[in-house]
């Protein structure tokens, strides 16, 4: 018997979705043609979704793919690789999504003035926070954010 041959890829992850308590799409990253139209996608995110949202493992094997995926309240993350994929490294890449957003999340989340002030830290030679508009404090928020996400 042939054994099967692999084409080495810098693909590790074919896809990540983050989907709703209801299974609905709110981000879908295709990486390859495994499906190629809008249709096949939203097919197969309701397939995973209805294998998955009732269970409390965190991988499963699906068309031949293997699916790591972890939900939060009413969120529902998920990285799908190869059926030949490492697991440890598919949920690495969840682990990094998963609490990157929570970091990001917990600046809009926070009811506390001075944590969020805290948080955002503002650069001595911004304009003092009294000074500015609410639209430029969620802007430097939003900068500083941006910036220590790529460090």
């Known amino acids: 018997m042939d054994s099967l041959i692999l084409e080495p890829s810098l693909y590790t992850v074919k896809a990540v979705l983050i989907m709703d308590n209801d299974g609905e799409r709110l981000y879908a990253k295709y990486y390859d043609d495994t499906y190629p139209t809008v249709k096949e996608q939203k097919a197969f995110e309701k397939n995973i979704f209805n294998k998955t949202h009732r269970t409390d493992s965190e991988i499963a094997l699906?068309?031949?793919l293997t699916v790591v995926y972890k939900s939060n309240i009413d969120l529902y993350f998920y990285v799908i690789g190869s059926s030949h994929?490492?697991?440890?490294?598919?949920m690495s890449v969840l682990n990094c999504l998963f609490d990157s957003l929570s970091q990001m999340l917990r600046v809009i989340l926070e009811s506390d003035p001075q944590q969020v002030v805290h948080r955002v830290a503002l650069r001595g030679d911004d304009v003092p926070l009294t000074e500015q508009t609410v639209t430029q404090?969620?802007?430097?928020?939003?900068?500083q954010i941006k910036w220590s996400l790529l460090r």
């Open 85 to 90: 994929e490492n697991e440890l490294m598919l």
């Open 62 to 64: 699906l068309e031949g």
């Open 137 to 143: 404090v969620l802007q430097s928020a939003k900068e």
